[in-house]
């Protein structure tokens, strides 16, 4: 399956013409160390992004709830639990953590592919200082946010005997690694998903602008994916490359292929995927649901489950 048509237009909505690109000029000019958290938390693209985030019934999904999360640091995290219809659910609750700009609305197109094609439940969580969400948003603050959505369907009653995926698109794939790899030990972790991430922030500086490599010493929003992808073993790991990506080159996401010492391992590349529309790309939820049925559901369930 290569997905609707709606999820050209959330494409749409996801360029803008300052993320990440755009930011690392900004810290070459010297503000580095105190603006970086505007430049790579951008929350406020596109416009409007705090304060219009697009609901579920927009995109006729029939099966939601919107929820509020509060974290241990008294933050409230905006978010949406999309479930699958009951006759074709699979028993796996997928975690989805988004990029530096937007908002969870913008990703709804996603959430009901995963849902409504692939029987997934989906925890769509809002990061810190994004959309609806409280508070400020930092590296330290994002792991929090992570923590407290695990946390959440570990605890909840219909979803905690559910298998976890950890899905993260760009920064979200960050946030995904620093997750799994905290928790892998647990042993409810059952695969993780990365697309168009980087190996860490100070690593993506000299790429994106070489003549800022002298200043990476000054960025403290590190996201060392690169240094704990490699702790990650026993937990299967899905990469999904968009190999045009304009602003992550995907040599990053080579690297933490190659950095990767996990059991299972997949890479699937998308020659003409760039940062914003590798999720567009012809055959993208079908390596989703083949990293499901091969690497996550039991023989048992994988007959059950057929959809």
Same mark, same amino acid.
């Given at each position: 399956?290569?997905?609707?048509?709606?999820?050209?237009?959330?494409?749409?909505?996801?360029?803008?013409?300052?993320?990440?690109?755009?930011?690392?000029?900004?810290?070459?000019?010297?503000?580095?160390?105190?603006?970086?958290?505007?430049?790579?938390?951008?929350?406020?693209?596109?416009?409007?992004?705090?304060?219009?985030?697009?609901?579920?019934?927009?995109?006729?999904?029939?099966?939601?709830?919107?929820?509020?999360?509060?974290?241990?640091?008294?933050?409230?995290?905006?978010?949406?639990?999309?479930?699958?219809?009951?006759?074709?659910?699979?028993?796996?609750?997928?975690?989805?953590?988004?990029?530096?700009?937007?908002?969870?609305?913008?990703?709804?197109?996603?959430?009901?592919?995963?849902?409504?094609?692939?029987?997934?439940?989906?925890?769509?969580?809002?990061?810190?200082?994004?959309?609806?969400?409280?508070?400020?948003?930092?590296?330290?603050?994002?792991?929090?946010?992570?923590?407290?959505?695990?946390?959440?369907?570990?605890?909840?009653?219909?979803?905690?005997?559910?298998?976890?995926?950890?899905?993260?698109?760009?920064?979200?794939?960050?946030?995904?690694? !620093?997750?799994?790899?905290?928790?892998?030990?647990?042993?409810?972790?059952?695969?993780?998903?990365?697309?168009?991430?980087?190996?860490?922030?100070?690593?993506?500086?000299?790429?994106?602008?070489?003549?800022?490599?002298?200043?990476?010493?000054?960025?403290?929003?590190?996201?060392?994916?690169?240094?704990?992808?490699?702790?990650?073993?026993?937990?299967?790991?899905?990469?999904?490359?968009?190999?045009?990506?304009?602003?992550?080159?995907?040599?990053?996401?080579?690297?933490?292929?190659?950095?990767?010492?996990?059991?299972?391992?997949?890479?699937?590349?998308?020659?003409?995927?760039?940062?914003?529309?590798?999720?567009?790309?012809? !055959?993208?939820?079908?390596?989703?649901?083949?990293?499901?049925?091969?690497?996550?559901?039991?023989?048992?369930?994988?007959?059950?489950?057929?959809?």
């Amino acid at each position: 399956m290569s997905g609707p048509t709606y999820l050209q237009t959330m494409v749409q909505w996801l360029r803008a013409p300052a993320l990440l690109s755009t930011g690392i000029a900004v810290l070459a000019s010297g503000l580095l160390y105190f603006k970086q958290n505007d430049v790579i938390y951008p929350r406020n693209i596109p416009e409007n992004a705090r304060t219009e985030v697009p609901k579920p019934h927009q995109f006729k999904i029939e099966h939601s709830e919107e929820l509020s999360l509060r974290t241990p640091d008294e933050v409230n995290l905006h978010a949406f639990l999309i479930r699958p219809n009951a006759q074709h659910a699979r028993n796996i609750t997928i975690i989805s953590f988004h990029g530096n700009a937007g908002n969870i609305g913008h990703r709804l197109p996603i959430a009901k592919v995963l849902s409504e094609d692939l029987g997934c439940n989906v925890l769509f969580v809002e990061y810190r200082g994004y959309g609806y969400s409280s508070g400020e948003p930092n590296e330290k603050g994002l792991g929090i946010d992570a923590q407290t959505a695990l946390d959440y369907v570990r605890n909840r009653k219909d979803l905690r005997d559910t298998k976890i995926i950890i899905y993260g698109q760009s920064l979200g794939g960050a946030v995904a690694i !620093g997750l799994v790899g905290k928790n892998q030990s647990q042993g409810d972790i059952a695969g993780l998903i990365l697309e168009n991430t980087f190996m860490s922030i100070r690593t993506l500086i000299p790429s994106v602008l070489p003549p800022a490599k002298y200043l990476t010493l000054l960025c403290h929003q590190l996201w060392p994916s690169n240094d704990v992808i490699p702790t990650i073993k026993k937990v299967p790991i899905l990469f999904l490359s968009g190999l045009q990506d304009e602003i992550v080159p995907a040599s990053h996401m080579k690297g933490l292929y190659d950095a990767c010492v996990a059991e299972k391992k997949i890479w699937k590349a998308f020659p003409e995927g760039s940062h914003n529309d590798t999720i567009a790309e012809p !055959g993208y939820f079908d390596a989703i649901e083949d990293f499901i049925v091969n690497e996550v559901l039991d023989e048992g369930e994988k007959s059950k489950s057929a959809l």
